[in-house]
Every structure is written in structure tokens, then in C-alpha cells.
């Protein structure tokens, strides 16, 4: 055999499979550092995929070459342009894994232009591949001379390809041997109670201010979050920390920004210092969770997407994590999976097209259901850690309002339709299940809790995309209001007041910081921080001014 038909058919190999390895290879690891690792078995399929492709593309063109000439010449050039078809296709699904894992906060324009390319080309893909290996089939047909440069082009393009099997496969063997490291979540201090008090900090995520507060649309029920805002503290004016989950909440668990953020092939977060350009690990003995830990707080977590447990278990308590359907690797959505052997992982991707055609349920409507479960999973771990006494900071990231939707509002029922408006009244319902197990606990008089956001509903992200709705387009009048929730609940407040001013969203280290420190346990405490001078924050901005009283 050739050394060059190797070359091709391993060239053929990687553009075949890129959509799979793709995650994995792209700079900074972002898809390693959302899934839960490790990820050997899935990674070896893969790996056994690629040569197992390559050895079998290699053949077929030693095949090719002792056809009659015409019969070659047809062929070759009709998998030429299945070649030219595939790599349109998957350069669309690279440039839009490019710009996730880079966390660019694209605008809305751009954003639909990726998603107008990658719609129509889902479309069209059949009808696109048919009508190209039909074109170059009668191209070589009635003038050769063309489709024989075309063909051989096509082969030095793949030929070239394959020598980035010299880094890619070295790459992918570096994460399947990869261990993650231990978690090391502590068991609970038995050392007596240094603060009184416990604290609740419920995150949900993409929950908007505007819309809850200022913009509300009379006929859409939120009662919860109407009566925690009449008898809290809200910081109404917060300029968030970022655009994406995963840079902002590292952020203020630590009380500084964080812009770029990569991992290590074991999953460890790394951030860009911003102020000297240089990468660094995130080091969570320096983060709110770390102080809690050490006050007395016995901190526990039960958290979505962002990997708590890994990233802070040496510094909680007790720690629940759910990566979420949104941090699944393509080989996960084929149905690969860690629990099978390497062997079965590999069987999974040649039959991943066959399983395609002969399911009746959607990509959509399996996306939604482990969206439910997830939910489901989480709102669990949440009631056991708010009945745990010992555990006396309870941190809850909640997966709603973040679309797509997968309830059904008039109904009050999780259900696998809906948009961001049906995750809304979720998300206020969890808040008044949450409460009412608050409200059951023996310290609940002297609790305090803290609602907030990550960020707010990001509009243009979700605009661009297939299942925005018209009536979120009606309500959000297609406008992006960036500023995210943060509402203070202290144990036997009755009235709402509300700090108008800018304030960076990085103020809530300092706050909950307070909190912990003992420094902040009621409203004139805290007030006391909020007025600090700009320079003694770990934010940057105009002091806030004065409160001005929250209407009912």
C-alpha cells in the first residue's frame, strides 16, 4: 500500500470525525473543565474511531485505484465532493465551537449570521450533498480534465490534513490517561459555633432584573420573588462581572475579575491575570467558600454546570454537582458514554447514523428531558442541604430561568416545551419551595438569604437561535438589559429598600465576606459596607448612593 493513500485515508479519518474530537483539542480545554471527568473510556473509543477510520479510508482508496478509468474517475470525484460537502459542514460547527470555548460575547448580528449558516446548511445537508456528488459526478463525465484537477487537489488537501494525526492523537492519549484530581471535600467541623446565624445564597441562573422588577408584565406571576423584593435589600443598578456563566461566578467567589478562563487536561481552573497577562491557577483557598470554611460555616454546595466539586471540594463540606446536558461532549450526544468499555464507546459511531434514523424523539426533546432530570436532581441535593443543620452556608446554583424552557406556566407541571417566560415562573415557584424547607428548619428565624443571578437573560444570545419565541420577542421588545439580581434577606426584615446606584457585581464578595466575618448581620451593617469608600472594594466604580424605599 502507498505511503500517500495512508496519508489520505487517515487525512479522510480526522475530517470525518472532527465534530467528535473537536471539543477536546480546541485551546484553553473549556469542554474539559464542564464535563465530568475522567473520560478514558470515551476518549480511547475515540482514538480506536480514528484508526480504525483511517485503515479503512486507506483501503478504499487502494480500491479506487484498480477500477476501470472511467468508474475511477467517477467515483473519485463523487467522494471528492462528499470530501468538499463535509468540510463546509464541519468548518461551520469548528468556527462556532471556536467562539464558545473563546466565551466571546458576541452581538446579535454576528451571532444570527453563525446561526443563519448553520441553520440552512442542517437544512439543506441531504439536497446540499446529493446535488454536489451529482455535479462533480457529471463534471467527470463530460469534461475530465477539470474533474481530474479538482479530484486530485481534494486528495493533496486530505494528504496534508493527516499530519495533524502527529499532534491530535498524542493530544487525545495526554486526556484519556488524565486522572482529575481528588476532590477532597471535608467532613464537618465538630469545633463549636463561632457565628450565629446561617446563610442561604441561591443562584439562579440568567434570571433577569429588569424583567422580574422594572419591566414586568402584569399577567406574569411571580409572587415569590415580588415578596422577597418588598422585604429585602436589592441592589437594583449592578453591572455584572461578565457574560458568561463560567467566568462570572469564579469571580465573585474570589472578589476579582476573571476574563478568560482555561484548564488543564485534569480539569483545574486556570485564569488570565488581567493586570500582568499571565496565566494562573485558580487557587480556592482564596475564595468566599475557603473563608466560610474557616469561620465555622461548614460550607455546602449544591451547584449546576460550574464544576464545584472539583474546583472547591477541598474547602466545602458537602458538595453536589451536575455538569448538565449543556456541558456533553458530541460523543455523549451519539451515546457514548464513561460507564461502557472502550470498545462499545467505538461501535457507538458507526451506528450513531443509523440510531438517528430510526429514533422518533428530537434532539430538542432530549435536551429537555435531561434538562428536567437535571432539575430534578439538583432540587434534591438543594432540601438536603437546607435540612442539614450542620451545614451552615448553603450555597445553590439553580439551572432556571437559563433557557430553553422545559415548563409549562399555566400548568404549574415541568414539561418538555416552553421558553424563558415558562422557566421564569419555575424559577419563582423553586424559590417559594426552597423557603417553605427554610421555613421548617430550626433556624430559620435566624437565617439569612441571599437571592441572586450570574448574569442576566442575555437576549441577543438567545434571539439567534431556534427556539426563541415570539413572545419572548414581544416582552423583551428584542433589548438587553445586562443587570442581574442581588436581594438581601435578614432574619425578621419586613420592609424592601433598594441601593439605585452603580455598583459592580463584585460587591457581593465583599458583602457575603461581611457576612461570614460576622461583619454583617443586619441592615445597618450592611449598610455600612455599601458606603465604604470605592477604594477600600475589591470592585471598581462610584460609591453607591443613597437608599431610596422599595415599593410592594
Not at 84 to 104: A, T
Not at 329 to 339: I, R, V
Not at 346 to 353: D, H, Q, R, V
Request: with cysteine.
Amino acid at each position: 500500500m502507498k505511503a500517500r493513500w495512508v496519508l489520505e485515508g487517515a487525512g479522510a479519518a480526522l475530517l470525518v470525525l472532527l465534530p467528535d474530537f473537536c471539543p477536546l483539542v480546541l485551546p484553553l480545554n473549556i469542554s474539559l473543565y464542564h464535563h465530568r471527568l475522567p473520560v478514558t473510556h470515551m476518549v480511547t473509543g475515540l482514538l480506536l474511531d480514528l484508526v480504525g477510520t483511517a485503515v479503512l479510508g486507506a483501503i478504499l482508496i487502494a480500491l479506487l485505484s484498480r477500477l476501470p478509468a472511467l468508474a475511477r474517475r467517477i467515483i473519485g470525484a463523487s467522494l471528492a465532493a462528499l470530501a468538499c460537502w463535509r468540510g463546509v459542514g464541519v468548518g461551520s460547527r469548528v468556527i462556532h465551537l471556536w467562539n464558545s470555548n473563546l466565551g466571546v460575547a458576541r452581538n446579535v448580528n454576528s451571532r444570527g449570521v453563525e446561526w443563519a449558516i448553520s441553520h440552512l446548511w442542517s437544512v439543506s445537508a441531504r439536497f446540499s450533498a446529493f446535488a454536489l456528488v451529482l455535479f462533480f459526478a457529471v463534471l467527470a463525465w463530460f469534461v475530465p480534465t477539470i474533474s481530474t484537477c479538482v479530484v486530485k487537489a481534494v486528495r493533496l488537501g486530505l494528504a496534508s490534513i493527516s499530519f495533524s494525526f502527529l499532534w491530535i492523537v498524542p493530544s487525545l492519549a495526554a486526556i484519556a490517561l488524565a486522572q482529575p484530581p481528588g476532590v477532597g471535600l471535608a467532613r464537618v467541623s465538630t469545633h463549636p459555633r463561632r457565628r450565629p446565624g446561617r446563610i442561604v445564597w441561591i443562584v439562579f441562573d440568567e434570571l433577569s432584573y429588569d424583567l422580574l422588577f422594572d419591566h414586568h408584565p402584569a399577567w406574569l406571576q411571580t409572587p415569590n420573588f415580588e415578596h422577597l423584593y418588598a422585604t429585602s435589600i436589592s441592589l437594583g443598578n449592578v453591572r455584572p462581572a461578565g457574560y458568561y456563566t463560567d467566568r462570572i461566578i469564579p469571580s465573585l467567589l474570589a472578589g476579582y475579575r476573571i476574563g478568560q478562563i482555561a484548564s488543564t487536561s485534569r480539569g483545574k481552573l486556570e485564569y488570565l491575570d488581567e493586570r500582568d497577562r499571565r496565566w494562573k491557577t485558580y487557587d480556592p483557598q482564596h475564595t468566599l467558600f475557603a473563608l466560610g470554611e474557616s469561620e465555622g460555616w461548614n460550607p455546602g454546595v449544591a451547584g449546576w454546570y460550574i464544576p464545584y466539586c472539583r474546583t472547591f471540594g477541598q474547602v466545602l463540606n458537602k458538595c453536589f454537582w451536575l455538569a448538565g446536558v449543556q456541558a456533553d461532549l458530541p460523543l455523549e450526544q451519539n451515546g457514548a458514554s464513561e460507564e461502557k468499555s472502550a470498545l462499545a464507546d467505538a461501535l457507538i459511531l458507526p451506528e450513531a447514523p443509523v440510531a438517528r434514523l430510526v429514533s422518533h424523539s428530537s434532539g430538542r426533546a432530549r435536551l429537555l428531558e435531561q434538562n428536567i432530570r437535571d432539575y430534578l436532581q439538583i432540587m434534591k441535593a438543594a432540601s438536603e442541604l437546607i435540612d442539614s443543620q450542620a451545614i451552615r452556608l448553603v450555597y445553590l446554583h439553580m439551572p432556571v430561568p437559563h433557557p430553553p424552557g422545559f415548563f409549562d406556566r399555566g400548568t404549574h407541571r415541568l414539561s418538555a416545551s416552553g421558553n424563558y417566560l415558562d422557566n421564569l415562573v419555575l424559577a419563582d415557584d423553586t424559590l417559594g419551595v426552597l423557603r417553605r424547607e427554610i421555613a421548617r428548619t430550626p433556624e430559620a428565624g435566624e437565617t439569612t438569604l441571599i437571592v441572586s443571578s450570574d448574569h442576566s437573560w442575555r437576549v441577543p444570545l438567545w434571539r439567534a437561535s431556534s427556539n426563541w419565541t415570539g413572545e419572548e420577542e414581544r416582552v423583551s421588545h428584542g433589548r438587553y438589559d445586562p443587570r442581574p439580581v442581588f436581594l438581601v434577606h435578614f432574619p425578621g426584615q419586613s420592609a424592601g429598600r433598594d441601593v439605585s446606584s452603580k455598583i459592580s457585581e463584585l460587591i457581593e464578595y465583599q458583602i457575603v465576606a461581611a457576612m461570614l466575618r460576622g461583619e454583617s448581620g443586619d441592615e445597618k451593617k450592611l449598610d455600612r459596607i455599601l458606603q465604604l469608600p470605592a477604594g477600600l472594594q475589591p470592585w471598581k466604580g462610584p460609591p453607591p448612593g443613597k437608599l431610596r424605599r422599595a415599593s410592594s
